[in-house]
């Protein structure tokens, strides 16, 4: 088998070979950070999700693993993320009472169907697609995220009884409505884990800032609940986790399981895909990594398929993993194969501790977790720099507020194919002229330069595609209209990419309608997939493969030819070079009388130029 087709297969084969003593000590060290810092995430993600504490951890192991193995970034770490595990609540909470084995049993499935969709992606090298959602939707959907996440935990931070299934406005005006029931002792304990973590991630750094805080929070318990007793304070604790290796499990691929979660499947696979390709990529520009996204998307779709068999959710690159990895001094993928590793060693020393952990201490961690997700320097600067943009943030944000948060995404999405699609089809026509303070004439756009009365100069910024043909025909005609002394037309085409076939149509169709008009069509700089386009469909015969320039000065020698020399005589603008050929004429009276004829050697000289 070819080297390369064997390394696409195997990715991970392209950094074995750099393995050394230094790197593995490198990446065992990133490795056994990344797993502690995982231990109070992944009990977080579950809560969120909707799934046993124990689950969080499983899907922080063999997907971290797998995910490395196959993926393209050296940095990336897969598992439970925030985002994920609330799309993952937000579907199957519907579907079944969180935490049940039922509950259970359809997130493996999910899980299953996400990586199977993932993984055909990536076979089809489909990874380009995750560009097409923009930062603006990512932005939206995490920020409204974030308030859902702290939304729903006010009940475990004040000890109030609040009913599931409701939206965060009702969750608010609930607690709103109780206040007087606000548990004291454990709101202490929330407060206490809530001051602790930020103390922490400010002025200790180097400490992970989420097990401190919730040392802090246990140790508030403990204390509260030895002074007055629990059945004065109140305090619940998440129990005791399995001190097992991960268990064996099945999706279930019933007809019947797979048309109920048929419908958010795309959804999830969106946006666990955006997460991940999207960390990966800003990673990388800071390591000076290529990342190959439909590779990305293969390693995140075998993540998750095996990930379902050894009781893992849905599983995508996690930005405060990866950002650990990155900073503790990970050389390869093999960090993150040891995170995913040590984590199951972890977890079986650590698990029986997990009984005294307080659930408003995790309350506190989730409140942390949520101000976090809100980006407030990019809402910022989205505001102030698109008004496109900010309206796919602010609807995307209060989608996710409002309304499913699968159709949120979804919605989302749509609202950037929607602002793309507009940007597209109306691509920018300018008008340029000669500069003639610049000693080569470059062309510019400044409006106070004088025109050539029989060329219009015009640049097209963008594609020509079906979408933007009427925008772009529209513009001609106008400029014709108002212009109809400019019967000739010089498209400057260097930054038109593509032409399809409704755009090859349009330039035909200007050739003609110019040629009707006593002028020409001309392009300059034209690409060449432009040209082989153009040749193909034989527009260029329309157009005239004589009209087609490579060279500026080519352009214009050529055209000035065919303008009408009288005209030229009576202007005094000398646009072009080629204008100094031509001898002015002056004007007598209004009759016309004393209008001398232009030279006739000085045109001829100019055809011989």
Not at 296 to 308: D, P, T, Y
Not at 569 to 589: L, Q
Request: with cysteine; proline share 5%; net charge positive.
């Amino acid at each position: 088998m070819d080297k390369e087709i064997l390394r696409r297969v195997l990715p991970f084969l392209s950094w074995g070979s750099e393995l050394n003593r230094q790197t593995v000590r490198a990446d065992l060290v990133a490795g056994a950070t990344g797993a502690l810092v995982v231990l109070p995430q992944g009990v977080a993600f579950a809560t969120i999700a909707g799934m046993p504490p124990q689950y969080g951890l499983y899907a922080a192991m063999v997907p971290a693993i797998v995910a490395a193995l196959f993926g393209s970034s050296r940095h990336l770490v897969s598992g439970p993320t925030t985002a994920a595990s609330l799309v993952l609540f937000s579907v199957l909470s519907t579907l079944a009472e969180p935490g049940t084995a039922d509950y259970v049993r359809l997130a493996l499935t999910l899980t299953f169907m996400v990586g199977m969709v993932e993984l055909a992606m990536g076979l089809a090298r489909l990874g380009f697609l995750t560009t097409f959602i923009s930062h603006s939707v990512v932005i939206g959907f995490t920020a409204g995220a974030a308030i859902l996440i702290a939304s729903n935990q006010l009940k475990h931070f004040f000890g109030l009884q609040i009913p599931e299934g409701l939206h965060f406005y009702e969750i608010l005006v609930h607690a709103a409505q109780h206040v007087v029931d606000i548990h004291p002792y454990v709101t202490v304990v929330g407060v206490s884990t809530l001051i602790a973590g930020v103390l922490v991630k400010r002025y200790v750094p180097q400490v992970p800032y989420m097990l401190a805080a919730l040392i802090v929070g246990s140790l508030a318990a403990t204390m509260l609940n030895t002074a007055f007793g629990q059945a004065m304070t109140h305090i619940k604790t998440v129990g005791a986790l399995p001190a097992t290796l991960v268990p064996l499990s099945a999706p279930d691929l019933s007809l019947a399981t797979i048309k109920a979660l048929a419908p958010a499947v795309l959804a999830v696979t969106l946006f666990a895909l955006t997460e991940a390709v999207s960390i990966s990529r800003s990673l990388a520009a800071r390591s000076g990594q290529v990342i190959n996204g439909s590779q990305e998307f293969i390693g995140q779709g075998l993540s998750n398929i095996v990930g379902s068999f050894f009781s893992a959710y849905v599983a995508t690159g996690s930005f405060n993993r990866s950002a650990v990895n990155y900073e503790s001094g990970a050389k390869t993928p093999l960090a993150a194969v040891f995170a995913g590793a040590l984590l199951v060693l972890v977890v079986i020393l650590v698990a029986p501790l997990v009984r005294y952990l307080p659930n408003a201490a995790m309350a506190g961690i989730l409140f942390l977790v949520a101000w976090g997700l809100i980006d407030f320097h990019h809402i910022h600067r989205t505001l102030q720099t698109s008004r496109a943009e900010s309206v796919v943030l602010g609807a995307t944000f209060l989608a996710t507020l409002f309304l499913e948060l699968e159709f949120a995404i979804l919605l989302g999405v749509l609202l950037s194919l929607v602002v793309y699609l507009g940007r597209t089809s109306r691509p920018k026509v300018r008008v340029r002229v000669p500069d003639p303070r610049d000693p080569r004439r470059l062309f510019t756009s400044d409006p106070t330069l004088p025109e050539c009365p029989q060329l219009k100069l015009v640049r097209i910024d963008g594609s020509l595609f079906f979408g933007a043909v009427d925008y772009v025909r529209e513009r001609l005609r106008r400029l014709a209209r108002t212009h109809p002394d400019q019967k000739h037309l010089l498209i400057l085409a260097r930054s038109i990419n593509f032409v399809d076939v409704a755009g090859a149509e349009l330039l035909a169709e200007e050739a003609r309608e110019r040629r009707a008009m006593g002028g020409r069509l001309y392009l300059h700089q034209v690409k060449e997939i432009t040209c082989e386009t153009l040749k193909r469909g034989g527009y260029q015969e329309d157009i005239g493969p004589e009209n087609v320039f490579k060279s500026k000065h080519d352009a214009i020698a050529t055209i000035f030819k065919q303008l009408d020399k009288t005209i030229c005589a009576r202007c005094d603008k000398r646009i072009f070079t080629e204008c100094a050929s031509i001898t002015r004429v002056e004007i007598g009276d209004e009759t016309g009388k004393g209008l001398e004829p232009p030279v006739k050697n000085h045109e001829t000289e100019s055809a011989q130029r």
